[in-house]
């Protein structure tokens, strides 16, 4: 079973934060700091699943196709 959390092309930074497994509050500081990628749709602030994938892996010293 999946959940919507799976499918979502875009993902809110709470989601995001529990995909990294790492605080709210650290990944709102990360946004802030342009370090986790990002779009703001005016006052919401989303992180594109496919762009946090990629950043993970540069994260980790992996070549992104």
Do not use: C, K
């Not at 709210?24 to 946004?31: C, D, I, Q, S, W």
């Amino acid at each position: 079973m999946t959940t919507a959390i799976d499918e979502s092309f875009l993902l809110t930074v709470p989601e995001a934060a529990r995909i990294l497994r790492i605080s709210r509050n650290l990944a709102y500081e990360l946004v802030r700091q342009n370090v986790l990628p990002h779009i703001r749709l005016g006052r919401r602030i989303l992180v594109p699943r496919r762009a946090l994938q990629s950043w993970i892996e540069r994260q980790a010293g992996r070549p992104v196709e």
